[in-house]
């Protein structure tokens, strides 16, 4: 499994720092790797009750937990990633909210998938953060 | 010209309220609507120097305002939307930072685009709100 760590860290408060940074990508990366051995359980355990959430196959905005529960049922199993590239990681953060944002490359075998990710975590009062809103869309879908 | 104001605010902050909700929809609207003109400068204008970019064109996150303007330069005149409805916006807000999401439904003429779209604003010491992420992806390309 290829693990880039490329991450630059743009904080916007003196209190956030390198950690945010860490934190926040290891979070999403530790939940993508079950996800990539066809478990969601990662994702909806990062998940806040009041995520919203967007993909290439959403007719619209999914809104909340339960609503993302239901829809991520039905893929439970389909997903088999052999290795994966999370390319320049980004966070953006001020103290209790921080953005990460990359490209991920996932490989199926011969077949690769190429995304755009952008995830917004909060940091809930027991300190921990959550995500509040997933964005996942194809690079250039016109050439898929 | 089409406005709804459905919006829901998500407060994760005392300190946070309706008026914020409006703010970021108000801006993020007026932006629209010069874009819709095939004007980018409203965009251009709201976007800080930090920001980073995705959309179904990009080959990757374009990262900071000059890249931005650079990529839009050659847009500029092309966009010709005679009507948009944007659907359920939400925001979700601390006291430094929002995220607005929506679906978009851009007409031109008997063609309309659908989209999904966020963007994160982040407070300035300025008391400016600007976009420091935007991520447009259509609804099921698939479908195309």
Not at 49 to 62: A, C, S
Request: include cysteine; glycine fraction near 4%.
């Amino acid at each position: 499994m290829k693990n880039l760590f490329m991450a630059k860290m743009t904080s916007f408060s003196q209190t956030t720092n390198e950690d945010v940074c860490e934190t926040i990508i290891a979070l999403e990366k530790s939940a993508l790797e079950k996800w990539n051995q066809g478990d969601p359980s990662g994702y909806l355990d990062l998940s806040a009750d009041e995520v919203v959430y967007f993909d290439p196959f959403t007719e619209k905005r999914l809104d909340g937990l339960e609503a993302l529960k239901k829809y991520y049922e039905a893929i439970k199993g389909q997903v088999h990633v052999s290795k994966y590239e999370m390319l320049n990681p980004k966070v953006q953060a001020v103290n209790e909210m921080a953005v990460l944002t990359f490209n991920l490359f996932s490989y199926e075998g011969d077949k690769v998938n190429k995304w755009n990710c952008t995830e917004v975590y909060l940091l809930e009062k027991s300190g921990q953060w959550k995500i509040i809103q997933t964005h996942w869309s194809f690079i250039r879908p016109d050439l898929k």
